[in-house]
């Protein structure tokens, strides 16, 4: 039997987790965490901290391990890559692009070499003078460098909220840097990148939602559409700049996922995730256009190839004219005490996937909120057109009932339907 090591074990590795299992791999997970999620159903699974190499590197060893792959972490592609490299294992991940899409800072420094829109701010580390840059005015975002899912992210909006915000992003970041930009209130969208032979290929585009009632904690996802209402404006304006860029960062192989503000039809980048992501646009393409990126990047961990000949043909960031959402639902910190309704939906002949993250007795702590930490789960459903989604939605909304011991409602927020002329195919 072959055997993997996964770097990770948040709920969404376990996914890839499963499909390794599946595909018949003896499967060993690597986390920190003695109850991590990807582990439960492991071959096999070891409490290191995924930074800790050179461990990770003599345990492969000893195991006679085949092969390596990380997980849904954006802070784990750098170690993936120097164990892969110490190994001498298949990496998608080459040093350039882990310069670049593995810290904020590296990213805007990329996006600026080859003329790419980002997003006007500063960087403050330690050291720094903590000042309000003269250049943008509040409201601001505070960012890690170095983390993800919205954990020490803030909206600013005047200097002493500031200069606290900023104390407490540094305590988040390990390299000790923090990232100060504009505040974008506008649309949202991310694209789906595959590459494949040094080949990259649009996969999905999509528009997300975001709620704003968390005060001013970072904005978390509630919502998803695919195909994205700015996909023209993308295609056309940014791809080919993308393009340059991937080029002069060695890409072969890999996955790649990258977030963008729209304001006044200008396209802003944002959050790039060289791994799978969260929000796993891989579960809506291996059921519309038939590849997955789990069982495809499990087996290039052993091959070094990634995907069929055929990938080209099935490749379709249109969807095949279909409409997917995804659907986030979020909680509001306390114990869950009863969830009625997602059974019925589970059963709703749209659905193609229901990824759960909390059960009766699971508490949500007040340091979940303002990230992913706090998602219930994502509801994945596919229609024929976007009048069919939003029926879905309103209908999910009445069946879902999450409450507290107290009986309170613990959704925070439900995804809205879409306005349906922004859609139209």
Not at 213 to 239: M, N, W
Not at 403 to 416: F, H, Q, R
Request: with cysteine; charged share 25%; glycine share 6%.
């Amino acid at each position: 039997m072959k055997k993997l090591i996964i770097l990770g074990g948040n709920p969404e590795t376990a996914i890839l987790v499963n499909t390794s299992i599946k595909m018949g791999i003896y499967t060993i997970v690597i986390d920190p965490n003695p109850d991590a999620p990807a582990k439960k159903n492991a071959s096999e699974s070891h409490d290191i901290d995924g930074f800790e190499v050179d461990k990770i590197v003599q345990l492969a060893k000893d195991h006679k391990v085949d092969a390596v792959l990380v997980g849904v972490a954006d802070i784990l592609v750098k170690p993936y890559r120097e164990i892969c490299e110490k190994l001498n294992m298949p990496c998608y991940a080459t040093p350039e692009a882990v310069e670049a899409f593995c810290s904020k800072d590296g990213f805007k420094r990329y996006c600026h070499e080859y003329n790419i829109q980002d997003i006007p701010g500063i960087y403050l580390d330690k050291t720094s003078s903590i000042e309000k840059p003269k250049n943008i005015a509040y409201p601001l975002m505070i960012k890690p460098v170095d983390s993800g899912g919205g954990v020490g992210m803030k909206i600013c909006r005047d200097d002493q909220d500031y200069q606290e915000s900023i104390k407490t992003a540094l305590k988040f970041s390990k390299m000790g840097v923090v990232l100060v930009e504009k505040y974008m209130d506008c649309d949202d969208m991310a694209a789906y990148y595959t590459f494949r032979n040094g080949i990259p290929y649009i996969s999905a585009i999509s528009d997300r939602v975001t709620t704003k009632k968390q005060g001013d904690a970072s904005p978390v996802c509630i919502g998803a559409i695919y195909p994205s209402k700015h996909t023209e404006l993308f295609v056309r304006d940014v791809h080919p700049k993308l393009c340059k860029l991937f080029k002069g960062l060695k890409i072969k192989n890999g996955v790649l996922n990258i977030q963008f503000f729209v304001e006044n039809n200008i396209v802003y980048a944002y959050d790039p995730g060289f791994r799978l992501q969260g929000e796993a646009p891989h579960i809506h393409l291996a059921h519309i256009n038939r590849f997955d990126h789990r069982e495809m990047l499990i087996n290039y961990a052993f091959t070094g190839v990634l995907g069929d000949d055929n990938f080209a043909e099935k490749n379709d960031y249109l969807f095949k004219g279909k409409i997917a959402c995804t659907i986030w639902v979020l909680l509001t910190g306390g114990k869950i005490d009863s969830i009625q309704g997602l059974n019925e939906i589970k059963a709703d002949d749209t659905v193609i996937f229901v990824l759960e993250r909390f059960d009766v007795g699971d508490i949500i702590a007040p340091e979940m909120l303002g990230t992913e930490k706090q998602v219930f789960a994502r509801i994945y459903l596919v229609a024929p057109s976007i009048e069919a989604v939003n029926t879905k939605i309103d209908k999910f909304k009445n069946l879902l009932k999450i409450a507290d011991s107290n009986g309170e409602n613990m959704i925070l927020e439900w995804l809205k339907p879409f306005n349906e002329d922004d859609y139209k195919r």
